[in-house]
């Protein structure tokens, strides 16, 4: 094959008359090649025989012979030549097969950004709208509760003027049917006077429900996806585009409602906002119902798990089995709320305990037995012992966590301080006291040996987050 490709060719073996590769060659006096067939074709008729190429001229017709060999040298030549023809063709449609793989491959990737793309960009949609319902209907509530507040205020303020006008009326009658002449001369100026009373005739509820500015920010983010939208059916997601254009972009005008919607609720917090930290209540711990390895602090507000037991009288009320300890506090009814700092433990238990609750041995601290709290383990596993376990997944690890018990209505809601966020909420009934539940848990060789802190409620620790889930 090399020595075909590097030294013949088609012309060498092809007919001059009919153009194709010989078939049954014969040569004529004058050394030419011809097919059998052409060359008697051409010639029949003829007066003078005479050869294709060189126009030699034959006196008499020459009696053709098939060429044996140049036959057979033509018929290997066709048969490499076709070997080639096949060659090319395997070479053709390996270079086809690289092509789609590689058009396999580059289709994969545009599928693995237009898919990373899409649910950024989706994703960051429905975000911004699941975000602007929850902060409109959270608005809507405070602008209620803050034009109630107003109108209370305006109310009594009326009422306390129309009460002044009308004994002032009463007086004025009683003064009129009075025959005591000096009396009424010395009284009449004061009472006929205007009272002090105020202007109303410009004052009137505030109506304005202060969505407005959810609502244009809202607006903007949608005209932005539009944008994002039209600019994506001609180019699609290009790598530029989903890093760039994409994610930041989409980030920074939810961010805008974010800032928007916390300026919002700041107003209403001014504006007579009703807080979980009204509820707040001053909670210590209660030295008898505390683990003999746990370590409390003088003013009762940390406990933190020590090395060793510590000897400690083996009351009823102590746990014996159980690393943790109660709040002397007994809750019996109404709303109660405190916060705990946890910091950067790796593991604790925060909650409420029933008064009857197992303390002894081995304890199943589930809602039936009695027991209500948020669990941490291993510094990033959150779960509540609910039958069966509830596991928790929380973006921002909290640092404070706030418990908020509504007794009567059987609630016990965790929240996440310093991100203003809830967490979950328990719903029960409790038919006996409930106390405040705390565990450090083991120090872990002093992986986990930070305390738990009970902390003063500040007033804006909290000011954004509802008093009880919806």
């Known amino acids: 094959m090399s020595l075909h490709g590097s030294f013949l060719s088609d012309e060498q073996f092809q ?86 793989r590689m058009s396999l491959a580059e289709l994969e990737l545009a599928v693995e950004r237009e898919t990373a793309g899409s649910v950024s960009l989706f994703s960051a949609l429905v975000s911004a709208v699941e975000r602007s319902q929850a902060e409109l ?22 009422e306390l003027e129309v009460k002044e006008l009308r004994r002032r009326e009463n007086a004025l009658e009683k003064l009129s049917q009075s025959n005591d002449h000096i009396h009424c001369v010395k009284s009449f100026p004061f009472l006929a006077s205007p009272a002090p009373t105020k202007d109303w005739s410009r004052v009137s ?42 994610t930041s972009q989409w980030y920074k005008s939810i961010q805008c409602i974010s800032e928007c919607s916390v300026l ?61 300890v109660l709040g002397r506090e007994a809750i019996s009814s109404g709303r109660h709320y405190w916060e705990v700092e946890v910091g950067g433990k790796t593991d604790w238990d925060l909650g409420v305990a029933r008064q009857s609750a197992n303390r002894k041995g081995n304890i199943k601290v589930t809602p039936s037995k009695g027991y209500w709290f948020l669990s941490l383990r291993d510094k990033n596993k959150y779960a509540f012992p609910s039958e069966p376990s509830t596991d928790v997944h929380l973006n921002r690890q909290p640092h404070k966590i706030g418990v908020f018990v509504d ?24 038919t006996q006291h409930i106390y ?35």
């Open 15 to 100: 007919c001059s008359i009919c153009l194709d590769l010989f078939t049954n060659p014969s040569s004529t006096p004058c050394g030419h090649s011809f097919c059998m067939a052409c060359i008697s074709s051409y010639w029949d008729g003829s007066q003078v025989c005479q050869c294709p190429l060189c126009k030699k001229t034959f006196q008499k017709r020459p009696a053709l012979q098939i060429n044996r060999t140049l036959r057979e040298i033509t018929e290997q030549f066709k048969s490499m030549r076709g070997g080639q023809e096949i060659q090319e063709m395997i070479k053709e449609r390996n270079r086809k097969i690289e092509e789609i």
């Open 137 to 158: 209907m959270e608005v809507l509530e405070m602008s209620y509760r803050a034009a109630k507040l107003q109108a209370s205020t305006m109310i009594c303020q009326l």
């Open 205 to 246: 509820l505030n109506s304005d429900l202060g969505t407005g500015s959810i609502y244009r920010s809202l607006a903007a983010v949608v005209e932005r996806f539009q944008e994002e939208l039209k600019t994506l059916s001609n180019t699609g997601f290009t790598a530029s585009l989903c890093e760039h254009s994409t």
């Open 264 to 324: 919002m609720k700041l107003f209403c917090f001014y504006a007579g906002e009703k807080r979980v930290q009204e509820y707040a209540v001053d909670i210590t711990l209660d030295s008898n119902t505390a683990h003999p390895r746990l370590i409390l602090s003088e003013d009762m507000k940390s406990v933190r798990c020590g090395d060793r037991p510590q000897l400690l009288p083996d009351n009823s009320e102590r746990f014996d089995r159980v690393i943790c």
């Open 407 to 430: 007794f009567d209505k059987g609630q016990v809601s965790f929240y996440n301080v310093d991100a203003k966020i809830h967490i979950y909420t328990f719903n029960d009934t409790f």
């Open 436 to 470: 405040p539940f705390f565990s450090p848990c083991t120090n872990k060789s002093g992986k986990n040996d930070g305390p738990l802190v009970i902390t003063p409620v500040f007033t804006l620790s909290f000011s954004f987050v509802k008093m009880t889930p919806c």
